[in-house]
C-alpha cells in the first residue's frame, strides 16, 4: 500500500515591516502622496483624505480608461480612500479623532492652512503625542517664499537641475515628468521613518519639514562646494559629462540607440579596444577622465563610428563580452519587454475591481525577509469613508449626518 503523500506547510508569511503602522494622507499630487504610497507598500495602513467635492487631481492627471485616471491607480495604491472636509468644525473633530489613532500625518498645504483650521501642531500634538507631522510644502515652512504656490517644476529650475541640463547652446532643459517630487517623496518616506525610530527612543512626536526645492539639490551632487571653493559652474553638455569619455547615448545602424559610460579607467579602455582604436589608449591625456573628457569630439567619432556600423543587438553582445557599460535607451515598450526587469518583477500585475489585471511598477526594493506588496491599486474617491470612520467610533447615523452636512 503506497505511504500518503504528506506536504510540508508553507512558511508563515512575516507580517510586513511597516505593520500596524498607521499614516493619514491629507495631501495632493506627487510628493506627498508618493511618500505615503512608499509607506504603504511596506504594510503601512494609509488612510488617504480627500475632500467631499474636490479629490486629490492626480485622478486626473495622464490618460484614464472607462473614465477611471490610470495615473490614481498607481499613486492611490495600498490606500484607503476617506473623503473629508476640514475646513468644517465636524471635519475637524473627525480628522482629530483619526490623528488620535494615527502614527503619521502627511500634508501639503500652504503654511498657515492647517493652523487656520485649528488643525496645526499644537493641535494635532495634543490628542497624540507621539504623532509625526510631516509637512511637505515647495520652498518648506518659512522663509520669503514659504507661502508662494510650490510644484516640483519649480524646484528643478531652482535648484540648478534646468540650468545643467540640455544640449550647451540650448535652452535649460526641464524633465518631462514629476522629478523633483520623486525624489522630495524618497526624501518624505526616510524622514517619517528618521522620526518615526526617535520617537521609539523618547515616545515623543515631532514635525517633519520637507521643502521640495531641497532633496533635488542633494542628488545634484557638490555643485555648491564646487563654487563655494573654486567658482565653478557647472554648464551644459547634453549628454557628455566632465568627468569622463566617451559618455554619451549613438545611434547604431538599425536606427535605435545605446548609452555608453566609461566611468572607469579599465572600462575606457575597453571600450576603444572594442571599437579598433587602441592607439588612442596610448594617448597622454587618456589616463584621466577629465582629460578624456576635453577630448570627447575625439572619442565620441571613434565609438559612434563603430556603433553606426553594427545593430543594436550586435553592439551589446559585443560590448557585454567586452565587460564594457552598455545599455539601450529604451521607451516604455522596451521596458516592459525587458528580460532583466521581467527577472525582477518590476512592472507588475496587480488585480483591479474597476479594470482588471493592471501592470505597473512593483515595490522600490527586494527584502529577503518581509517583503513589501501592492495589495490594491488606486481605490474610488471615498470607497472607504463609511468604514473607516465606523471603525472610529462613529455610528452609521453619525456618518449619514456628516453626509447631510457635506463634511464627507
Known amino acids: 500500500m503506497p505511504r500518503p503523500v504528506v506536504t510540508a506547510p508553507a512558511p508563515a508569511r512575516a507580517p510586513a515591516p511597516l505593520a500596524g503602522l498607521r499614516v493619514l494622507d491629507l495631501a495632493t499630487l506627487f510628493a506627498g502622496p508618493l511618500a505615503a504610497t512608499m509607506l504603504g507598500d511596506f504594510g503601512a495602513e494609509v ?117 545643467m541640463t540640455g544640449e550647451p547652446d540650448a535652452p535649460p532643459t526641464l524633465p518631462p515628468f514629476g522629478l523633483a517630487d520623486s525624489i522630495a517623496a524618497l526624501a518624505t518616506a526616510y524622514a517619517v521613518m528618521t522620526a518615526l525610530a526617535a520617537r521609539d527612543r523618547t515616545g515623543e512626536g515631532q514635525v517633519v519639514d520637507m521643502a521640495i526645492i531641497e532633496p533635488i539639490l542633494t542628488v545634484l551632487g557638490p555643485q555648491p562646494t564646487w563654487y563655494d571653493q573654486l567658482g565653478h559652474v557647472q554648464p551644459r553638455t547634453g549628454n557628455r559629462s566632465q568627468n569622463n569619455a566617451p559618455r554619451n547615448t549613438y545611434r547604431t545602424a538599425d536606427g535605435t540607440w545605446v548609452a555608453v559610460s566609461t566611468s572607469a579607467q579599465s572600462v575606457a579602455e575597453r571600450v576603444m579596444r572594442l571599437v579598433g582604436r587602441p592607439e588612442l589608449i596610448e594617448e597622454p591625456w587618456f589616463g584621466s577622465g577629465a582629460e578624456r573628457a576635453r577630448h570627447a569630439d575625439v572619442l565620441d567619432a571613434a565609438v559612434g563610428d563603430w556603433i553606426a556600423r553594427h545593430s543594436r543587438a550586435d553592439v551589446l553582445a559585443a560590448f557585454e563580452k567586452a565587460e564594457a557599460a552598455v545599455a539601450p535607451v529604451q521607451d516604455v515598450r522596451d521596458v516592459m519587454a525587458d528580460p532583466q526587469y521581467q527577472a525582477l518583477d518590476t512592472i507588475t500585475t496587480v488585480d483591479d475591481p474597476e479594470l482588471g489585471p493592471l501592470r505597473m511598477q512593483n515595490v522600490l526594493f527586494r527584502l529577503s525577509a518581509t517583503p513589501g506588496a501592492i495589495r490594491w491599486a488606486g481605490r474610488p474617491h471615498g470607497a472607504d469613508t463609511e468604514e473607516v470612520l465606523t471603525e472610529l467610533g462613529l455610528a452609521p447615523a453619525d456618518v449619514k449626518e456628516l453626509r447631510e452636512e457635506g463634511v464627507v
Open 47 to 163: 488612510i488617504k483624505v480627500e475632500h467631499p467635492e474636490r479629490p486629490d487631481p492626480s485622478r486626473g492627471h495622464g490618460p484614464s480608461k472607462d473614465g477611471v485616471g490610470l495615473w490614481w491607480k498607481v499613486l492611490g495604491r495600498n490606500k484607503r480612500a476617506i473623503t473629508l472636509d476640514l475646513s468644517k468644525p465636524a471635519g475637524r473633530t473627525t480628522l482629530l479623532r483619526l490623528a488620535a489613532t494615527a502614527d503619521v500625518v502627511i500634508e501639503n498645504f500652504r503654511p498657515g492652512t492647517l493652523e487656520k483650521w485649528d488643525l496645526g501642531w499644537e493641535e494635532l500634538s495634543a490628542v497624540n503625542p507621539g504623532l509625526v507631522l510631516t509637512r511637505v510644502t515647495g520652498f518648506g515652512q518659512f522663509g520669503p517664499y514659504a507661502r508662494r504656490p510650490g510644484f516640483g517644476t519649480l524646484a528643478e529650475a531652482m535648484s540648478g537641475f534646468a540650468a
